[in-house]
């Protein structure tokens, strides 16, 4: 079931320790772990998922960091419908799902701008919420039809905030 909860002042401290475990498991690999979507916003309800972005080396393959993820206790699912990343995710309270990508990949750029966009205008995060809970609302038990739901609202405002974000 999806379920938008209350913002949780506990999630950025929760997603500090888990960035953490990333930067000292793999070694050298990992040069970076960036809190996104909901959760890493202050004020802004979410469903309960620490997501991560983790950067890697551009030299590194994602897949040489499986066992360290399994190691970590995530499930790995591969590229998961984006082939130049790998995604995991770690089940608990709460959950926390990881995608990997290779230091300059624009995807990087994409994600901490919409996340920089949704910081900066508590109206624009406050928008944000009640599209996610209208999703929710219409699609409780379907997680891709929630995330569909959201996708052109996301696509809007990553594409304003692409153009005013520092390179």
Known sequence: MIEIAPHAPDWAWLADLEADRWISAPGEAVKAVHHIGSTAVPNLGARPVIDLLIEVSSTVDPDSLRS???ALGYRWLGAKGQAHSRYCRREGEPAVHARIWA???PEIRRHLAFRDALEADPLLAAGFEARKR??????????????RCKSAWIETVEAKALKEAPR
């Open 68 to 70: 360290a993820a399994e």
């Open 103 to 105: 230091r300059g990949a």
């Open 134 to 147: 209208h999703c929710a609302s219409l699609h409780l038990e379907d997680t891709d039809a929630y995330d």
